[in-house]
């Protein structure tokens, strides 16, 4: 059984960090590109950052300069770092990974989230 789990959300104020964890687990023989993505009260998913196989990075424009993502590959994880965090990045955030779970067999798989609050 494949999984992702996210880890280290929590309530924190405003300007404090985080680091979230994303872990993938099971019977994996690739994880290709990897997406943190965030939902608010009300709206849409969206893609915060993205980290590809070879290390190249996106971000939305509300957190550049403030969120790093990075990625293990040795132990299958990848990292949030969220630096000056605002009211406004309070969420559930979500790790997507496209992985190969055996040859030639890709797809998406979704954690369950974690929630991150931003609040004094």
């Known amino acids: 059984q494949v999984q992702l789990v996210e880890s280290g959300g929590g309530l924190v104020q405003p300007g404090g960090s985080l680091r979230l964890s994303c872990t993938a687990s099971?019977?994996?023989?690739?994880?290709?590109?990897v997406g943190w993505y965030h939902q608010a009260p009300g709206k849409e998913r969206e893609l915060v950052a993205r980290i590809n196989n070879g290390g190249s990075t996106n971000y939305a424009d509300s957190v550049k300069g403030r969120f790093t993502i990075s990625r293990d590959n040795a132990k299958n994880m990848v990292y949030l770092q969220m630096n000056s965090l605002k009211p406004e990045d309070t969420a559930v955030y979500y790790c997507?990974?496209?992985?190969?779970?055996?040859?030639?067999?890709?797809?998406?798989?979704w954690g369950k989230g974690t929630l991150v609050t931003i609040s004094s």
């Open positions: 997507k990974a496209r992985m190969e779970t055996a040859p030639g067999y890709v797809m998406d798989y």
């Open positions: 099971g019977r994996i023989f690739s994880i290709n590109a």
